[in-house]
């Protein structure tokens, strides 16, 4: 017999399920490609293109041995990319945290105009600047320097993360600042000993975003590099030649690429939802 | 210790005036309380006093100086905000040694300091946490211990109380009065709740939209609101409010209202001669309204019949919703008294503390 009460359990239990399948799915979608490069960067050379593709095979490292130890191309870019996304990171931050905070505090003429600015700037595709980029670093004989690409990349990074800053100060209660201004403290003191400590959660956040941006940028590496300074999402197209497509390197190069952007964007989940100003005000 | 003066103090909001000609003298150890509406301008107010805000026009003064622009860490307040704003990355003995560190006050100063003030609030045992792991009640110390660690001449309060839950806060409103009656500072305390303002002022400051109503005692306050807006603010549940006419009866003068006749007491009649055969608008206080059966209230002069529509039993007092005509009216009653909603019940009001008022500018007549 089905009472009332039951029926309605059943009905809970049905949409759990759907909601569940709906998810899975979704996650499926989203997952193929990385679980594909995945899969295939594991593959023996004679596994990758069998059809139809092999879910279970002996898994291997020769791929990523190859594309470590056997060309120097990969560690290079590998090295450039990490020099060129800290240092893109770190110039970020000194500008967008100051910045940000002034846009979130300081009232002055056409703040709004310029914080919009920021924001539009966003928006322009990057292929329409790929032109003007390029004659600028020409003709300052920046093309294929590491300081060339930085400034291109902090375009890029640094309009998103003074608004993401922004966000954080604004979460801030103005009353934190008027209580240090009243306690004695300086705008400095306030800046460095109250209000930065509550938002480096923020500043993690910004910093990964930041990082991510720079480390996964292609179409103006591409373009703005040479041999000596690319990056490796430019690196990688040595496996991709018109007498060979190595792919096997090309994958495991790939989830080398990938795996500390994810491992990143773990931790940086984490972070978000955590937030900083725990308990600086109503609980 | 320092007595606060405010002189002509005007704010506008770019052209908005928040707060318009305010002047006040608050003594030396004055527990004087700010209350209003939202919006009223109380936090503007005080955060005059505190500097946060700079002055459009007048003059405030802490103890003998003028401190239109001084900044607020050398005017000697210290202020606890409605959010407490403790630092969130710090213990809370760094919170309270900030601003002595501020004052480059030597570390062993500092430390005796807070051993000696977290045992007044006895948060002794909770110096080494951080705000967020802290309750709502042990934040509320906190921010008080904050603020009285470095001996200010003025404190301010913005709703302290105002994050706390109902029984939390009688509780805390205990406390803070304790303590100001140690300390003896002098306090000025913003808050919306007429209830708190009444229970702490030693005198109570209503404003309205940025000018203050009245100034004086609570009982005072309570009992001789000097107009409509303050009668209706101050009291819970509020004044019953009726709109009524004045009318010459024989050589009497009643408040005549559909269905009531209320007549005015002898010796109040000058007030309101004046005023015959004109409107105005009569104030009764719910606990001023009884029922004509009971012998205490046989001092009442006017009565009224009405039908009973609510009941509300709050244990230590009944609140009585009755209806007359198209007039609904509260009353308080006795926790005992069986009424039954739709009944028809005799009233009584006891004239001698009615008031009645100006129609048009609100002033009170009486
Ligand atoms: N920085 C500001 N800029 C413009 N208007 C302001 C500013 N601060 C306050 N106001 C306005 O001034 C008026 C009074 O504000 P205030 O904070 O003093 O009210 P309040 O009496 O403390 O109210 P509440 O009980 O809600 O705290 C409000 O109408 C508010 O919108
Ligand atoms: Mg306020």
């Known amino acids: 017999m089905s009472t009332p009460g039951s029926t309605i359990a059943a009905g809970k239990r049905a949409a759990a399920v759907v909601k569940t399948a709906l998810f899975l799915t979704t996650i499926l979608i989203w997952a193929f490609p990385v679980i594909w490069v995945i899969m295939t960067s594991f593959k023996a050379r004679t596994d990758i293109f069998t059809l139809p593709p092999k879910i279970f095979f002996s898994p291997t490292v020769e791929h990523y041995v190859e594309a470590f130890l056997r060309s120097s191309d990969i560690t290079r870019g590998i090295g450039n990319s990490l020099l060129v996304a800290g240092l893109t990171t770190l110039l970020t931050l000194l500008i967008a945290v100051p910045a940000g905070y002034a846009f979130a505090r300081v009232t002055f003429r056409f703040r709004n105009q310029m914080s919009f600015f920021a924001l539009i700037s966003q928006m322009a595709p990057p292929i329409g600047l790929i032109i003007p980029y390029f004659f600028i670093l020409s003709r300052t004989n920046m093309l294929n320097t590491y300081t060339g690409l930085i400034a291109i990349h902090m375009s890029l990074t640094v309009p998103f993360s003074i608004w993401l800053m922004i966000t954080y100060f604004q979460d801030l209660p103005t009353s934190l600042e008027e209580s240090a201004a009243i306690d004695g403290a300086s705008p400095f003191t306030t800046f460095f000993r109250v209000v930065l400590p509550t938002v480096w959660g923020g500043v993690g956040v910004t910093a990964i975003f930041a990082f991510i941006e720079s480390w996964n940028e292609f179409l103006y590496a591409v373009v703005l590099t040479g041999s000596r300074t690319k990056t490796v999402p430019v690196a990688i197209f040595s496996f991709l030649t018109t007498e060979e497509s190595l792919w096997g390197p090309f994958t495991a190069t790939g989830v080398s690429i990938m795996a500390p952007v994810i491992l990143v964007a773990l931790f940086a989940q984490r972070q978000m939802i955590k937030g900083m100003t725990l308990g600086a005000t109503k609980g | ?366």
């Open chain 2, 1 to 366: 210790m320092a007595e606060v003066i405010l002189r002509n103090v005007c704010k506008l909001f770019g052209k908005v005036p928040v707060v318009r000609d305010f002047s006040l003298n608050i003594a030396d150890g004055e527990f004087l309380v700010l209350v209003g509406p939202s919006g009223c301008g109380k936090s503007t107010t005080l955060r005059l006093v505190a500097g946060l805000e700079s002055l459009s026009s007048g003059e405030i003064y802490i103890g003998d100086r003028l401190v239109n622009d001084i900044h607020p860490r050398d005017r000697d307040i210290a202020m606890v905000f409605q959010n407490y704003a403790l630092y969130p990355q710090m213990t809370v003995y760094d919170n309270m040694a900030f601003s002595l560190k501020m004052r480059k006050v030597p570390k062993r100063e500092i430390d005796q300091a807070i051993r000696r003030t977290s045992e007044l609030l006895r948060i002794d045992q909770l110096l080494d946490r951080k705000p967020g792991q802290l309750s709502g009640g042990q934040r509320q110390r906190v921010a008080l211990g904050r603020s009285i660690i470095r001996n200010p001449h003025v404190f301010l309060f913005d709703e302290p109380l105002s994050n706390l839950d109902a029984k939390l806060r009688i509780a805390m409103r205990a406390e803070l009065l304790e303590l100001h009656q140690r300390l003896m500072t002098t306090a000025i305390y913003v808050t919306h709740d007429q209830l708190e303002a009444m229970t702490m002022g030693d005198r109570i400051v209503v404003m309205n939209e940025g000018v203050i109503q009245q100034v004086d005692h609570p009982e005072t306050v309570y009992d001789h609101p000097v107009n409509l807006f303050v009668a209706g603010f101050i009291g819970s549940p509020s004044m019953n409010f009726l709109d009524c006419r004045i009318l010459q009866n024989g050589d009497s003068l009643c408040a005549a209202t559909d269905g009531l006749r209320l007549k005015i007491p002898a010796g109040k009649q000058a007030r309101v001669q004046s005023y015959v055969g004109r409107d105005a608008v009569l104030g009764i206080r719910p606990e001023h309204i009884g029922l004509a059966s009971d012998p205490a209230r046989c001092d009442c002069l006017a009565g009224f019949t009405a039908v009973v529509r609510v009941v509300e039993s709050a244990g230590s007092e009944k609140i009585v919703h009755a209806r007359v005509e198209d007039h609904s009216l509260v009353a308080r009653l006795d926790p005992h008294t069986r009424l039954k909603t739709g009944e028809t019940v005799e009233f009584a009001v006891r004239m001698e503390t009615v008031h009645i008022f100006d129609k048009v500018t609100g002033q009170t007549l009486m």
